[in-house]
């Protein structure tokens, strides 16, 4: 796969100042936006699958864990999908992503994905050697059976028993495929965004992370 970084330009969040860059990567699948937030001082990052939509549409999970990551020296590669919804073509995306920073030197990576997305990092968890952990957030079990294969990588699924989109059910089953070490964390009275328990969710990711990251 070949990429090559096209195009830089500072990115602002509302109220918050530049905290990142916009680029494109060209690649011999098509082009994928990103957004990429970095001190480069580190070689620990996080690649955040399908977390940016475009313009300010941003994962507020995606958003607030990259800038408390950031202070604690992990960067974050924050993902737009060529075609959303289509899961070989977002992995490929997602894998894309992953090699980049492996070119730029990060030689331990986490994944992050949320509902469809949570099924694209576990696909491509088992891809590549520099990926040490990868979380998924209410996820779907569709194309998530790689999560067997996951080990000795680590696993994170989060996951809200009031989610309208995607059964509980969903990551007790993926947890049930995969193997140690890995952790289910079920919060009470949370929908599929998780927006409920914002403050939660943003905090075990962050300490997640940055234990699995470093130790690794």
């Known amino acids: 796969m070949t990429i090559q970084r096209i195009s830089i330009e500072n990115y602002f969040f509302n109220g918050l100042g530049p905290i990142g860059e916009a ?3 060209n690649t011999d699948h098509g082009s994928i936006d990103g957004l990429y937030i970095s001190d480069k001082k580190t070689d620990l990052a ?3 699958a399908g977390s940016w939509t475009g313009e300010e549409r941003i ?3 995606a958003k607030n864990t990259a800038s408390l990551l950031l202070k604690n020296g992990i960067d974050s590669l924050i993902l737009k999908y060529r075609k959303p919804r289509e899961l070989p073509s977002s992995s490929i995306d997602t894998e894309a992503g992953i090699i980049f920073l492996e070119s730029l030197g990060y030689s331990k990576i986490a ?3 949320h509902s469809f997305s949570g099924a694209v990092v576990i696909t491509t ?3 590549r050697e520099s990926i040490v952990t990868v979380v998924a957030l209410a996820s779907q079990t569709y194309g998530a059976r790689p999560a067997r294969e996951l080990s000795p990588k680590s696993l994170l ?4 028993t009031k989610d309208e989109r995607l059964d509980v059910y969903c990551s007790e089953q993926i947890y049930s495929w995969a193997k140690q070490p890995k952790e289910l964390l079920i919060l009470e009275g949370s929908s599929h965004s998780l927006r409920e328990d914002l403050e ?5 990711i962050e300490n997640w992370i940055s234990a699995m990251i470093k130790t690794a």
């Not at 699924?157 to 809200?160: D, N, V």
């Open 59 to 61: 994962s507020p999970i």
């Open 111 to 113: 994944l992050v994905g």
């Open 200 to 204: 939660t969710v943003v905090t075990k």
């Open 157 to 160: 699924l989060i996951h809200g």
């Open 46 to 48: 996080v690649v955040w």
């Open 125 to 127: 968890g088992p891809l």
């Open 23 to 25: 680029l494109t990567l």
